[in-house]
């Protein structure tokens, strides 16, 4: 039986916001938590059977300014932390966005044309690009070097992705110590 070898994080389409998608949904359950922390009293004496909105003009708006800027300030203190004692782990999200933008802008994937219906039925209907091929990129950091696989097929994007090193040495701000050309992948 072979074991399964762990070739690193695969780049996707969706990794071209990576570290926005990666701030918001570590930040915003803090935010809540924190915003929820300052008005926990409140929000256990309200009658949920009979609550309407016309019962929002008894909210605090200083007290909710403060407890917003209190939670945002929290977030702010947790970001710098994590950016002090995980750098590593934000360097690495940085770099799979980068490899995501860089394949997406140099168009080295495949799409089609997809008709999408509106939400309403009297709405134009749209055409979106969908993507059919996307390459298979692996991105990992192990002792401190940097291993990217990038698997090869005989497609038309077989050269670019063959000579990747000078576009990956400038854009990830890294020197290539070694190239090595693998059969397969196992």
């Known amino acids: 039986m072979k074991q399964r070898v762990f070739r690193g ?40 059977q009979d609550f309407n909105l016309s019962q929002a003009d008894k909210i605090d708006i200083p007290y909710l300014s403060i407890s917003f800027s209190v939670a945002i300030l929290v977030c702010l203190l947790v970001a710098f932390l994590f950016k002090r004692y995980r750098y590593d782990t934000i360097k690495q999200l940085y770099h799979r966005q980068k490899l995501a933008k860089m394949v997406l802008e140099n168009k080295w994937y495949e799409s089609e044309q997809v008709k999408t219906d509106g939400f309403f039925k009297d709405s134009p209907s749209r ?10 990129i692996y991105y990992r950091l192990k002792n401190g070097l940097i291993q990217i696989q990038v698997e090869i097929t005989l497609g038309k994007y077989q050269d670019q992705l063959l000579h990747l090193e000078k576009k990956l040495e400038s854009g990830l701000y890294c020197e290539l110590t070694d190239k090595e050309l693998k059969d397969s992948y196992s």
């Open 9 to 48: 994080k695969r780049i996707r389409p969706s990794d071209k916001d990576l570290v926005f998608h990666f701030t918001v949904a570590s930040l915003l359950p803090i935010l809540l938590l924190v915003v929820g922390l300052f008005h926990v009293k409140t929000i256990q004496q309200v009658n949920w």
């Open 127 to 136: 055409t979106k690009e969908k993507i059919t091929y996307f390459p298979k």
